[in-house]
């Protein structure tokens, strides 16, 4: 039974899962806004926000933890000019909106997902 289990399993048994929810957040850190599914939007929503909280600190420590939890391109990123900007604020700062159009090939539906 899966009581009290979160997240979704894509498919995926549990490293390749984190591995691929990662590189999702790391593509979406670099490029400020990316196209995906909405199952994979909501999943991410959470996690690129806690690092963004931890990123918010500002001291050696939290990069540092940044730098396990994040390939280093997008961890720098993330501390240096994304958290900057969310300095004052106290969360949201992503937005999952959902599109019209959908998936091609399984007619899944899609989402853009993007920092405010």
Known sequence: MRHARQGRKFGRKKGQRRS?????????????KITTTEARAKEMKSRVEKLVTIARKNDLAALRLLERRLPKASAYRLYHEVAPRYKNKRGGYVRVKKMTARRKRDNAPQAIIEFV
């Open 20 to 32: 691929f929810i990662t590189g999702l957040v790391h593509n979406l850190i670099m490029q400020d």
